[in-house]
């Protein structure tokens, strides 16, 4: 069974930094593509970014490019997310995503607020 874990998470404040990783385990296949979603407070969840493999090829949601930034970890399936210059508006519970033999997975989430 694939399971998926964030880390990273946390409080900071506005104009700081975080770096969440996501691990993918328990399974032996790659991931075709790897990503980020955010449910910020009380609204629904959103895209934020996403890595396919095969070619490191990258998107970004409007609202994050140029201050947030994707790669690939060292070990296999493991994903991460530079994010900089954070906004209040970045807080949100921030999900791992990654698309393992045609099925879409998930992780628990890991909570990001940006307050002063």
């Known amino acids: 069974q694939v399971q998926l874990v964030e880390s990273g998470g946390g409080l900071v404040q506005p104009g700081g930094s975080l770096r969440l990783s996501c691990a993918a385990s328990?399974?032996?296949?790659?991931?075709?593509?790897m990503g980020w979603y955010r449910q910020p407070p009380g609204k629904e969840r959103e895209f934020v970014t996403r890595i396919t493999t095969y070619n490191n090829s990258t998107i970004y949601a409007a609202s994050v490019k140029g201050r947030f930034t994707i790669s690939r970890g060292n070990a296999k399936n493991t994903v991460n997310l530079q994010m900089n210059s954070l906004k209040p508006e970045d807080t949100a519970v921030y999900y791992c995503n990654a698309n393992i033999q045609y099925s879409n997975h998930w992780g628990q989430g890991t909570q990001v607020t940006v307050s002063s």
């Open positions: 328990g399974t032996v296949f790659s991931a075709t593509a």
